[in-house]
């Protein structure tokens, strides 16, 4: 059973940083993509960014030039550091691991920004 495990999130004013990283529970080998997803209260999820096995990144137009997402293979683990944070980008950050065309999930982190 692969387990994701997220940490980092919390409260920040605007225009200030927060960094968030993910482990899976095993060994990633073969091909797969791991990134973070993140949901507004009534809205839908979205990709906020996403790196493969092969360390291609694809990020959401809003996120380009603030987000920066990055891969330790060697510890299974995933980071996002969120520079210059929006009001907007509120929400719950989920974790996701692309792996044998199936989709596994964290349990979550909020991401507050408030003054």
């Known amino acids: 059973q692969v387990q994701l495990v997220e940490s980092g999130g919390g409260l920040v004013q605007p225009g200030g940083s927060l960094s968030l990283s993910c482990a899976a529970s095993v060994r990633l080998i073969g091909i797969y993509t791991m990134g973070w997803y993140r949901q507004a209260p009534g809205k839908q999820r979205d990709l906020v960014a996403a790196?493969?096995?092969?360390?291609?990144?694809n990020y959401a137009d809003s996120m380009k030039g603030r987000f920066t997402i990055s891969g330790d293979h060697a510890k299974n683990t995933v980071y996002l550091q969120m520079n210059s944070l929006k009001p907007e980008d509120t929400a719950v950050y989920y974790c996701?691991?692309?792996?044998?065309?199936?989709?596994?999930w964290g349990q979550g982190t909020q991401v507050t920004v408030s003054s």
């Open positions: 790196i493969s096995s092969g360390g291609t990144t």
């Open positions: 996701n691991l692309r792996l044998a065309r199936r989709d596994y």
